[in-house]
């Protein structure tokens, strides 16, 4: 990240959604697929999701002005969008700007599959995935997260030539957080794969960088939830993804 960038740069995961329910029941019974009707771009909030939004909008509402978000950017998919309009509706006029780019991972054949599913209908891909592994096995019609890299890298190097000194916060998804923190910090794959195995991410969770004294940004939080918790709502972990281990 440049060092005359956004003066911080906040990553939300999106706050609970109808998949991610869809995807705890089919795992708990064992099935192949989610019973899940709509495309993942379109896939809602559920109610307590909504509650989440909320609650991380009147935390923000709370801060002293000076460390409010003043520019949001948020991933074109509708669970992602409306975790920011229900969040920021707190904070009044604070722009949003809706960037695919900052959308989840594309599953292609695995889309809708549990762990389940995907061993039992594609086999040769599930024995390709583990010998490849997670940071650059792509999914037949899907993206690798190496592939997510790359469109990552590119709108984080807008947000630092056109926001310069902005406080920006992005709405998005697990996958996307988790490799901003490997382009920001520049980390290996076994150090990022260290981190994708030992966290899962809350929903509406907060990962915060803030530009330090030397000009670089530095993270202060990564997977925050206690804001949510202060107002009583509850934070989930269910990972972001509609195949839950692709």
Known sequence: MRRNGPAALWLVRHAESTG???????????????????????????????????????????????????VAVSSSYRRALDTAHEALAALGAVPLHADERLRDRELGVFD??????????????????????????RPLGGESWADVVLRLRSVLGEVSLDLPGERV????????????????????????????????????????????????????????TGMLHERGATSRVEPDVRASSA
């Not at 708990?28 to 009707?37: P, S």
């Not at 981190?195 to 990962?207: D, E, P, V, Y």
Request: aromatic share 6%; glycine share 8%; net charge positive.
């Open 169 to 224: 916060v992005c709405f998005t998804h697990e996958a996307p957080i988790l490799l901003t923190r490997y382009i920001v910090e520049e980390l290996s794959e076994g150090e990022l794969m260290t981190i994708a195995r030992s966290t899962r991410l809350a929903h509406c969770s907060l990962t915060m960088y803030e530009r330090g004294p030397d000009g670089g940004l530095r993270l202060v939080a990564f997977n925050a």
């Open 112 to 137: 809708l599959h549990t762990k389940a599913g995907i061993e039992a209908r594609h086999p040769q891909e599930a024995v390709r995935r583990r010998r490849l592994g997670k940071f650059y096995f």
């Open 20 to 70: 991610n329910v869809a995807r705890e029941v089919a795992e708990r019974g064992g099935f192949e697929l989610l019973d899940l009707a709509e495309r993942d771009a379109d896939v809602p909030l559920t109610d307590r999701g909504r509650r989440q939004a909320r609650d991380l909008g009147k935390w923000l509402a709370g801060l002293p002005a000076e460390q409010r978000p003043t």
